[in-house]
């Protein structure tokens, strides 16, 4: 595979105007690592690049999905080494920017052969957390797949579901199939990752930031999607952080403020695994988005890796 740069962090911390400034810089061409800007309509909730910017610098693997339809780590990786040979093919270097982590891991570490889906296993799966709740599926995962949980927030139900999923179609915990992830042969790649020392401004960020997206329009963007008749509260897309509370509070079930508030706890939690994620990597070149002077400095580190690249 042909090397690649992967620009990483947690949500809220400045990754896609970094990335922006590098491309401007650099003979780079950014491919984006997030699962829910794969999703079209999807805009405000995702702080998706706007028209203008996307014209000015194209973003590969933005826009490819409807949001009824699925999108698996499998589909990024596919996708995402199509788009690295396309782009080293025009003489310009891949600059992979997102904050999903296991798209990342999927691809720089290769991928277990998972189970496929199964609508009707994933349908029962899902009934059973409207009776119980997801705090208990999480707590028979944890019974059954100790690791798995461990990685797991009670709270994040898609990937509950696939874990309870693949141990009830196999009878082997996830944990055991992602232990048998086949590398990626030839993988080159440059780790960089934004991680705040301060973890109370990206607090601040993240409250800010969704607070942005509401007077944007969030609340009428969802409701948009709503109307959509294939569309439910239980499709991945709208399992998204922020989408799936603001949908519970359109559909009755708490009253914006609450909706705000769940959101930005669970962008917290996101924002905790995104770093968790990271701490793991010992091979990440890591930079405080806060300081000043970052764009230079990561644009001096780039320069040299890509001259040596080029000789």
């Not at 999607?225 to 709208?238: E, F, I, K, V, Y």
């Not at 091979?283 to 080029?310: M, N, W």
Request: glycine letters at 8%.
């Amino acid at each position: 595979m042909l090397p690649a740069i992967c620009l990483m962090g947690p949500t809220a911390t400045g990754k896609t105007e970094l990335a922006l400034e590098l491309a401007d810089a650099l003979p780079l061409e950014i491919i984006s690592v997030d699962s829910a800007l794969v999703y079209r309509g999807m805009d405000i909730g995702t702080a998706k690049p706007d028209k203008e910017t996307l014209a000015r610098v194209p973003h590969r693997l933005i826009d490819i999905r409807d949001p009824e339809q699925t999108y698996s780590a499998g589909d990024f990786v596919r996708d995402a080494r199509a788009a690295m040979n396309e782009i080293r093919a025009a003489g310009r270097w891949p600059l992979l920017v997102g904050g999903t982590m296991m798209y990342f891991r999927s691809l720089t570490a290769g991928m277990a052969s998972l189970p496929s889906a199964d609508a009707e296993l994933r349908a029962t799966i899902d009934a059973e957390a409207v009776e119980v709740g997801w705090p208990a599926m999480h707590r028979e995962l944890s019974t059954i797949d100790p690791q798995a949980a461990a990685r797991i927030s009670e709270n994040d139900s898609q990937r509950i579901q696939r874990a309870l999923e693949v141990f009830r179609a196999s009878g082997r915990p996830l944990t055991d199939w992602l232990a048998g992830a086949a590398p990626v042969a030839g993988g080159d790649y440059l780790r960089i990752a934004l991680v705040p020392r301060d973890r109370s401004v990206l607090h601040r960020r993240i409250e800010s930031r969704f607070e942005h997206m509401l007077n944007s329009g969030f609340v009428e963007e969802v409701r948009g999607l709503m109307a959509r008749p294939a569309l439910t509260a239980a499709s991945p897309s709208m399992r998204a952080v922020g989408y799936r509370q603001l949908w519970a509070h359109l559909a009755g079930q708490c009253a914006l403020e609450e909706a705000g508030d769940r959101a930005v706890a669970a962008t917290r939690q996101l924002a905790k695994r995104q770093l968790t994620w990271l701490r793991g990597d010992s091979l990440v070149t890591v930079f405080d988005p806060l300081e000043s002077g970052i764009s230079g400095a990561i644009s001096i580190l780039l320069g040299q890796e890509l001259d040596k690249l080029a000789r």
